[in-house]
């Protein structure tokens, strides 16, 4: 794996009859998702392979935003659905053979933490504007050298696009 992109879910409902789990994306929530589909992609952040959290939003936001990457492959994962930075980190290792550029469609506070960490790694960007929070349909980009070792290409929150980004 050459690059990793993070993204967190859309804007998500509320609160559903069938839990937590089964939040499925507001009208916002589906058009951040694809407006960031188009972010990155025209960015050059192109993934190969998405590792998607089984939860519904998260299977939702990577429909929207994945219309744009019709070459990716998705994996719906469960351990992702509620999961900390060294599970989402394992669940990356897990796939770093499979693929160039690797993107996870998944929630905070796990997505939030791993990033500050590579970011942290790759000493380099924006961390005060990345601590300050990780809202909705936001992405943060790594890229990784021969070593495995993290610099950072950006993040990309909705609402910098014209979206209504989240919180």
């Known amino acids: 794996m050459q690059r990793l992109i993070l993204l967190r879910h859309g804007k998500a409902e509320r609160a559903n ?5 089964e939040r499925g994306l507001t009208e916002r929530g589906r058009s951040d998702a694809a407006l960031m589909g188009r972010v990155l992609a025209q960015a050059g952040l192109v993934p190969d392979l998405a590792l998607v959290s089984a939860a519904k939003r998260t299977r939702q936001t990577w429909q929207a935003t994945g219309a744009v990457f019709p070459q990716a492959v998705a994996e719906i994962q469960p351990r992702l659905y509620g999961a900390s930075a060294e599970e989402i980190a394992q ?4 796939a770093a053979d499979q693929a160039s550029t690797v993107i996870v469609v998944g929630h905070n506070p796990g997505l939030h933490s ?22 909705t349909a936001t992405a943060a ?7 495995g070792r993290a610099s950072y290409d950006g993040v990309f929150y909705a609402k910098d696009y014209g979206g209504g980004g989240g919180e």
């Open 114 to 135: 791993f990033a500050l960490q590579l970011l942290g790694h790759g000493g380099a960007g924006d961390r005060a504007r990345l601590a300050a929070g990780f809202p």
């Open 91 to 94: 669940a990356v290792e897990d």
């Open 141 to 147: 980009a790594f890229t990784f050298d021969a070593q």
């Open 17 to 21: 009859v069938g839990g937590d789990f």
